[in-house]
């Protein structure tokens, strides 16, 4: 499905847009001028037709995101109108050919920086640290950009996701500054352009390329016969590209910026960088589509990069796992810690070990050595695997991870043929492929002694807010149903797992439903100092053996709280009660919690209100994502211990610190789901869909997980929902089959590029039937001596995956400022490593970035803009601690839609075809008011209406006669039978069924209150809380790079 071709297609790269040449523009007002066709929206800072604006901060017209909404997750873009050198200055932020009119010629020998390209003496630059010295030359800035080249020829990574969660924002307040930021106000004499614009280049410019390096692409119309090479140079046609309106300053939430409104001021800016002409996901994801979606990834090369993950593909394995279990940041890696370091490129892999294939893929197969279990090096205990070296005949076997010799058991003993391999080779998984099982013996169980089935706990609050809002009823009529659906191993009859019941407010009520009895039977604890659990035989049960018993409960509950008053609950004991009862019966299993309100009751691990939004931006901040006691962590610890896994379902009216009340589902490798303000009819379907597929989905448990690897490389940090009580253990209560462990890689000696390197991830768990079994994955990895094959080997959406992941744990003990700094700066030094050992030497105006990382920069804007490092004022800090835990334990194909989210033409899909229509960037300006876009990000489906819609799409798509009739409390589309209404809906399923939640539907009409909170996803625009648009952060990046270049 090509998500490539933009909607409004713009003219090809580097051309000149028509209607937009020269430096006409808009006028202040956004009064058009003659010859300049009207935006849809008008001017790009004039007033939006139909709202006046609280004084946003200029720029691109969406008001800054403040808060609610995630800030625009991926790199907001100025549209593509004005490159306002807004927050990031213009002064010397050169970007593109020096400033002379005709064409350069690049000097025969390397020159680091042209005369038009100075960068800032340092000095000058304390003054103003916003995004750019202070304003300087103009041109400078444009030519700078002019000769943006990227380079490098290895896969181009697809695009990250974007949040969603929150309300909608109200027009912003001062955005908080960018890291590295300080905000003087600019001069007000200066609004942030020079006072006259130089004069417009002549023609010769236009599409003057340098004949600088050669490039992959950009010039002018990509030419196709191009072969790709090292770099492509975004070449900028003198004019910048489309002009919309002038640039007024960075976000507006700084003194001395020009309003919206205002009369025209000072002469208008100097035309902007056209956002046709710097990298685009779109193009990205489309080209690996094309060239990778239809082969099968073959995974018996050494350090293969694998296909993005938005592209759909087929994996054989062949002796390496698959990416749907590991991917990596880097698949030929630096020989030594001094070339790592020289690089700043983290090596990391994100494993998911449990992921669920495709049907057309095969499950791992199952391998049973007996009582004496698999086969192990003596030393450091990897397993077998295809990358073990058998010798002298087949006696002895060498490991590939720590070269020690290990003597083949007999039973395991097997000749070689002329090659050396074993003549069984085919017919042992672990031999021949890169993921496998072995059943596990008794010495890899608790105690030696083999687990019991795990146990399934429903414990429901029943307080005043649970039963008055219908949840209670809800949950009740949906688990006699659900309780069919258990997991069970692929042959079995019926499920192992058995059941039991809770409800709960400041006391806790256990249910006795043995098959025995008429009636269940309540039991009441109001100790919950010190809690128990009142019954063993008769709480846990199979659930066919007691199916009326259970059904006669599950009918009563709704009734017998029905008018209840008590509106206080407790909530550690009813994790307690959980574990005591776990620990009771001997088995693991997990928790499902229903809870609604912060835990005030009189209990262990009662709460206080501690909300306070005065805290944001200053060195206190990082205590709203602490848990504000300790009691929560020691109960993760014990949960884990007794392989107690937490799911919680909260459905909060007010603040309930998930920060701490997400402690225990967090450590012991459980779920959180989040329905802000609940109500029955727009929310229970997602809530049901949520809760089906979290009961039903493929999850072990009692697991440990260790990371191996060859000489030289070890494991040194962890990311995700875990514990761990050592070094080198990753411990989980339960692991599902969406939950992702990020593994961070150290040298701790020197690699050979002839040996490369190994992981081997080997997971122990219980199977939901109770088997324990052992999940092998194994990965092998180039190394390289040259950084060229570093970059060309290198894996944007997994790094961003990783950076997320680093800088959200980061906000739990430093400033967000800080972490927001350190993001910028590990990034700036990745691409100027590249650009100072990898590129053809250039002018130091050019921007070059390797191919496969072209990316970077707008994946990277969009994580700096997330709720978490730049909350807009409509973010709360329970949506933000949500968000910070659930980026967490994140894949790579989640985060990548979530910080840049999927945005798509409904009026141009095919109504005949399967497929979906081309995606377009996530921009305003790429919007049209006569068309309807869907925007998903994992969390949310946004369906914007433009005003001017034609009639009959409404009329098909949402059984009314006008816009104004379409209401926003729509929770799904109505079922109409004509072929708009039936594609639509079938787009919806299909983006429903690739993620692992179910998306809340939100209808937004153009120039509905509800149109704030959409835009706050539109990514590559400005953001409402201060974060810049792709441009400018492009132009940021920029300076950062020259800077630490020169």
């Known amino acids: 499905m090509s998500v490539n071709q933009q909607a409004h297609a713009g003219p090809p790269y580097g051309q000149p847009q028509p209607g937009y040449q020269g430096y006409q523009q808009p006028a202040y007002g956004g009064q058009s001028l003659p010859g300049v066709p009207q935006s849809q929206y008008g001017a790009y800072n004039g007033p939006m037709p139909g709202y006046q604006q609280p004084v946003p901060p200029q720029g691109s017209l969406r008001a800054p995101p403040t808060s609610g909404a995630p800030p625009p997750a991926s790199g907001a873009s100025h549209p593509s109108g004005h490159l306002a050198y807004s927050q990031f200055e213009h002064g010397d932020v050169q970007n593109g050919i020096p400033a002379s009119a005709a064409p350069m010629q690049r000097p025969p020998a390397p020159q680091p920086f042209l005369p038009g390209s100075a960068p800032t003496p340092v000095s000058q630059i304390s003054t103003f640290q916003q995004y750019g010295p202070p304003p300087g030359s103009v041109q400078q800035l444009r030519n700078h950009m002019a000769g943006m080249t990227i380079g490098g020829t290895a896969a181009s990574a697809p695009p990250p996701a974007g949040l969603g969660y929150g309300a909608p924002r109200p027009p912003a307040m001062p955005g908080p500054p960018l890291p590295g930021q300080t905000v003087p106000a600019p001069p007000s004499s200066q609004p942030n352009h020079v006072s006259s614009p130089p004069p417009p280049p002549p023609p010769s410019t236009m599409a003057g390329l340098h004949p600088g390096p050669p490039m992959s692409g950009l010039h002018g119309p990509p030419p196709p016969t191009h072969p790709p090479q090292p770099g492509y140079q975004m070449q900028q046609n003198g004019s910048f590209g489309q002009m919309r309106g002038p640039q007024p300053n960075y976000g507006g939430a700084y003194p001395g910026a020009p309003n919206y409104g205002s009369p025209p001021g000072p002469p208008p800016p100097p035309k902007r960088l056209d956002p046709d002409s710097i990298p685009s996901p779109i193009q990205v994801i489309e080209d690996d589509r094309n060239n990778r979606g239809s082969e099968p990834f073959v995974t018996g090369v050494r350090g293969q990069v694998p296909p993005l993950v938005t592209t759909n593909f087929l994996v054989k394995d062949q002796g390496n796992a698959s990416p749907r279990y590991i991917r990596c940041t880097s698949y030929n890696i630096p020989c030594t810690s001094d070339m790592a370091k020289q690089s700043q490129v983290p090596l990391a892999a994100v494993i998911k070990p449990l992921a669920a294939l495709p049907p057309e893929e ?70 021949s492929l890169g993921s496998y099982e072995f059943l596990a013996t008794v010495d890899y169980c608790k105690n030696n002694k083999f687990p019991s089935p795990p146990a399934f706990i429903f414990m429901i609050d029943v307080s005043y807010n649970a039963v008055k809002s219908g949840l209670v009823r809800l949950i009740c009529e949906e688990l006699k149903s659900l309780l069919d659906y258990l997991p069970r191993e692929g042959n079995m009859e019926e499920s192992a797992i058995r059941v039991g019941f809770v409800t709960y407010n400041k006391v806790l009520h256990f249910y006795n439903v043995k098959s025995s009895l008429a009636q269940p039977q309540m039991m009441v604890v109001s100790d919950v100092a010190d809690m128990f659990v009142p019954l063993l035989d008769g709480f846990l049960v199979n659930v066919n053996e007691s199916r009326t018993v259970i059904a006669s409960l599950l009918d009563q509950i709704p009734e017998m709280f029905a008018d209840t008053r008590e509106t206080e609950t407790v909530f550690a ?474």
């Open 362 to 431: 095969t499950l791992p197969y199952l391998v049973d050595h007996g009582e004496s279990g698999p086969v192990r090096c003596n030393r450091c205990k990897a397993y077998m695997c295809p990358f073990m070296q058998f010798i002298e005949g087949g006696r002895r076997f060498q490991c590939c991870f720590c070269s020690c010799v290990t003597e083949v058991p007999p039973h395991y003993f097997q000749h070689l043929d002329h090659t050396g391999k074993r003549v069984d080779y085919y017919d042992r998984p672990e031999l």
């Open 573 to 1046: 004991p009813v994790i307690q009660a959980g574990l005591e009862a776990l620990k009771a019966a001997e088995c693991a299993g997990k928790l499902f919690i229903f809870h609604t309100s912060l835990p005030i009751a009189e209990a262990p691990g009662k709460l206080k209100n501690r909300d306070d939004r005065k805290l944001i931006n200053t060195d206190k901040e990082k205590t709203l994502f602490q848990p504000q006691t300790s009691f929560y962590n020691n109960l993760a610890k014990d949960c884990v211990a007794q392989g107690c896994c937490v799911d919680l379902f909260l459905f909060p009216n007010q603040y309930l610190d998930v920060a701490t009340l997400g402690v225990v589902p967090y450590q012991t490798g459980g779920s959180i789901y989040k329905y802000a303000y609940f109500q029955l009819e727009t929310d229970q379907y997602r809530f049901l869909n949520d809760l089906r597929r979290d009961v039903q989905k493929e999850v072990g448990f009692d697991a440990v997980m260790r990371v191996r690897t060859s000489t030289g490389i070890r494991a040194t940090d962890f990311f995700g929902a875990f514990y761990m009580s050592n070094t080198t253990d990753v411990e989980m209560a339960g692991l599902d089959c969406d939950k992702t462990i990020t593994v961070e890689f150290k040298h701790d000696d020197k690699l050979s590029e002839d040996s490369g390197a190994l992981l081997q991830c080997a997971l122990l768990y219980t199977s939901c039937a109770g088997q324990r079994r052992l999940r092998i994955h194994n990965l092998s990895l180039n190394c390289c001596t040259q950084l060229a094959d570093l970059y060309r080997n290198c894996e944007t959406d997994t790094l961003i995956n990783y950076l997320a992941k680093y800088a959200y744990r980061g906000v739990l003990s430093s400033p967000v400022k800080t972490v927001r700094d350190a993001l910028i700066n590990q990034c700036a030094q990745i691409l100027a490593c590249y650009r100072k050992n990898c590129a053809s030497p250039s002018s130091a105006g050019q921007l070059i970035l390797p191919e496969c990382m072209k990316l970077l920069p707008v994946y990277l804007n969009c994580v700096l803009k997330s709720d978490v490092l730049q909350p807009g004022p409509e973010a709360t800090t329970d949506d933000r601690a949500y968000i910070r835990q659930l980026v967490t334990s994140m894949d790579v194909a989640e985060t990548n839609v979530f910080f840049y989210p999927r945005l798509l033409p409904l009026t141009k899909a095919d109504v005949d075809s399967d497929s979906l229509p081309a995606a377009i960037r996530n921009s305003e300006e790429r919007l049209s008011k006569g068309d309807i876009y869907l925007l998903e990000n994992g969390l949310n489906i946004f369906v914007w209406v433009g005003v001017s819609v034609q009639q009959s799409l409404i009329q098909n798509l949402f059984g009314v006669s006008s816009f104004s009739q379409i209401s926003n409390a729509l929770s799904t589309l109505p079922v109409l039978e004509n072929p708009f209404s039936k594609k639509v809906r079938s787009i919806v399923d299909m983006l429903q069924g690739q993620r692992s939640r179910y998306m809340k539907l939100i209808i937004v009409k153009q120039e509905d209150k509800l149109e704030m909170l959409f835009k706050h996803f539109l990514v590559e625009d400005k953001s409402l809380s201060g974060g810049a648009s792709y441009v400018d952060f492009l132009c940021h990046m920029h300076k950062e790079i020259r800077q630490l270049l020169s």
